[in-house]
């Protein structure tokens, strides 16, 4: 039995991580029976969520797990599609991945109000007495990710224009299709669907849910993609 170890639902998504809303949604393609568990960063090989844990082989990072699933188990994420339009969804998932991801990051820990619908709720747990020392430190090392990855030195237009930039390019790409790449769901869903339901997720405030919502073909996408993996809803299964 595999064990995929994320952060827990939340904000109206799978997970607060995209990773982990990927990786569960490639579990379920690959329909192998799977369990959800609450992770422990510090136990977590890579020190990030996800990993998963196959009867004592834990391995990290969402696209390391799809390889392993691909590897060891034969699952197919490849839809049938052709290695240009393979390829295609490749830049797509590497685009959420590494691009649209940090402006998530950025409006979820960097705009106060969003930060206290949000992340707070991960630290309501620790001591009131370390609470804002903690809080704190792990805000400054969000703000030198960012500043490292260099969205953190634009400001928040320029970085707002950039992620909508992303989001409508996913709309056009996707265009009339019913999956990124054509008829058949393939694993650039998992991932191109888990980012959109991030950045759609109403309880941030902020350019993106709008981004998304003024895309009907985007937003009949992610109801798709909700309809066929998560059929009973989001409640913890
Ligand atoms: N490349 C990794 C990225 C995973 C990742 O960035 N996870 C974040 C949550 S979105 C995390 O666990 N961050 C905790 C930390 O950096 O301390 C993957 O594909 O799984």
Redesign the pocket.
């Given at each position: 039995m595999i064990t995929l170890y994320g952060f827990g639902r939340a904000f109206g998504n799978a997970d607060p991580?995209?990773?982990v809303g990927k990786t569960e949604v490639l579990l379920k393609m690959s329909g192998l029976p799977f369990t959800l568990k609450r992770g422990n960063?510090r136990k977590s090989p890579k020190?990030?969520?996800?990993y998963i844990d196959d009867n004592g082989m834990v391995v990290s990072?969402?696209?390391f797990i799809r390889a392993y699933l691909e590897e060891k188990y034969g699952i197919d994420f490849n839809g049938g599609y052709s290695p240009a339009e393979r390829a295609a969804g490749l830049a797509f998932e590497r685009m959420c991945?590494d691009h649209l991801y940090w402006a998530i990051v950025e409006v979820r820990w960097l705009v106060e109000e969003n930060f206290k619908a949000g992340p707070a709720q991960f630290f309501k747990t620790l001591p009131a007495l370390v609470r804002p020392f903690i809080v704190r430190m792990i805000l400054r090392n969000v703000k030198k990710n960012l500043h490292v990855q260099g969205f953190g030195r634009h400001d928040r237009a320029d970085i707002e224009r950039l992620a909508i930039a992303d989001i409508d390019a996913i709309a056009d790409f996707l265009g009339d299709k019913p999956y990124l790449l054509g008829a058949r769901p393939s694993g650039a869903d998992a991932t191109v669907f888990s980012f959109l339901h991030s950045a759609q997720s109403p309880v941030f405030t902020g350019p993106y849910p709008a981004a998304v919502n003024r895309h009907p073909n985007l937003v009949a996408y992610i109801d798709r993609m909700l309809a066929t993996y998560y059929p009973d809803g989001l409640a913890r299964t």
């Open positions: 991580s995209a990773f960063l020190g990030k969520l996800p990072d969402s696209n991945e």
